[in-house]
């Protein structure tokens, strides 16, 4: 780190540089916001550093000594340097390049920011993702990475928390299965039906299936006939008409669409679960990031065609 005496040597020259361009010490004392007089000391400090006289006063005019000449050469060269050094410091700050590290759960990763991307990457071509799919909620600023995505509420304010979006979830089967053992009219019967569970990965235990009924939310405790930590791993069971399963709206929008699974009990099905982009606290978030997280606001807000509404034929709240 530069002492007082550096300092005060590299302010001499920037106020040096300016008297010399304007040949005054009043003028570059107007046009720096100082004192003529603090000038005049500024310039004497630093030809008793340098042991020579830069300036010759007279009380009609100021002009330099042929060390000062010299002198005055490189510094204005050198002061234009970083000049240019600290204008190029502050486009690239302003402009989102570099590289991007983020969180995604898998599934909503593979199937919604994924395809996001693509627009963001085309939009800022500077800017490179390096993405980990990592299922559960993480601490972005504890596991180092620029961003993460939480499903549902965070259990911790230590980050930012944006909301992006909202996801639903609905009980789905494969009409094979329906065929098998018949489709579930009431909550109460998912009891009698073989159901397939997610568990979280870093409690290891099973996700609840939160179903709303008459207004509320309520858990509704299911048999499992297959728990499985990676959620990609139950939707493919569901396909494969091994049971029910709970599962979210972007995941099996394309399967109900295409009749490879059928939404039961559409009455009972969860909606507005919010999704959060979470990030460092911090007085200087990156552009990559803020054009980032600007991006997926803009383009998530959007009503999503896997959206759960979307997927019932219907609005209604």
């Given at each position: 780190m530069a002492g007082p005496d550096r300092r005060d040597s590299f302010?001499?020259?920037?106020?040096?540089?300016?008297?010399?361009?304007?040949?005054?010490?009043?003028?570059?004392?107007?046009?720096?916001?100082?004192?003529?007089?603090?000038?005049?000391?500024?310039?004497?400090?630093?030809?008793?550093?340098?042991?020579?006289?830069?300036?010759?006063?007279?009380?009609?005019?100021?002009?330099?000594?042929?060390?000062?000449?010299?002198?005055?050469?490189?510094?204005?060269y050198i002061l234009a340097e970083?000049?240019?050094?600290?204008?190029?410091?502050a486009q690239s700050r302003s402009?989102?390049?570099?590289?991007?590290?983020?969180?995604?759960?898998?599934?909503?990763?593979?199937?919604?920011?994924?395809?996001?991307?693509?627009g963001f990457?085309?939009?800022y071509p500077e800017v490179t993702v390096d993405m980990t799919v990592n299922d559960g909620a993480i601490d972005p600023g504890e596991e180092g990475?620029?961003?993460?995505?939480?499903?549902?509420?965070?259990a911790t304010g230590r980050f930012v928390a944006r909301r992006i979006c909202t996801i639903g979830y609905a009980v789905c089967a494969a009409p094979a299965y329906l065929q098998a053992h018949g489709e579930?009219?009431?909550?109460?019967?998912?009891?009698?039906?073989?159901?397939?569970?997610?568990?979280?990965p870093r409690s290891g235990r099973r996700r609840d299936w939160t179903l709303r009924s008459r207004g509320k939310e309520v858990s509704v405790p299911v048999a499992s006939v297959l728990n499985a930590n990676d959620i990609q791993a139950v939707h493919q069971a569901a396909l494969s008409g091994?049971?029910?399963?709970?599962?979210?709206?972007?995941?099996?929008?394309?399967?109900?669409?295409?009749g490879r699974l059928k939404i039961v009990l559409p009455d009972y099905v969860l909606r507005g679960v919010p999704v959060f982009l979470c990030y460092p606290r911090s007085p200087h978030r990156s552009p990559r990031l803020t054009a980032f997280v600007d991006y997926l606001g803009e383009t998530l807000a959007i009503?999503?065609?896997?959206?759960i509404d979307r997927l019932l034929g219907s609005f209604i709240d």
């Open positions: 302010d001499g020259i920037a106020i040096f540089v300016r008297v010399a361009q304007s040949t005054s010490f009043t003028e570059a004392a107007r046009q720096l916001g100082l004192s003529a007089s603090g000038v005049s000391r500024a310039i004497a400090r630093l030809e008793s550093r340098l042991g020579t006289r830069l300036v010759d006063r007279t009380t009609r005019r100021l002009s330099l000594t042929a060390e000062g000449s010299a002198f005055f050469e490189r510094c204005r970083l000049e240019a050094a600290e204008d190029a410091l402009v989102p390049r570099g590289p991007l590290r983020i969180q995604v759960p898998r599934g909503f990763g593979r199937t919604v920011i994924v395809p996001a991307l693509t990457l085309s939009r990475v620029d961003a993460s995505f939480i499903l549902g509420e965070p579930p009219a009431e909550l109460d019967d998912l009891a009698r039906h073989r159901c397939l569970n997610y568990l979280r091994a049971g029910l399963a709970y599962l979210m709206d972007f995941l099996i929008a394309s399967d109900v669409a295409a009503d999503a065609d896997w959206s």
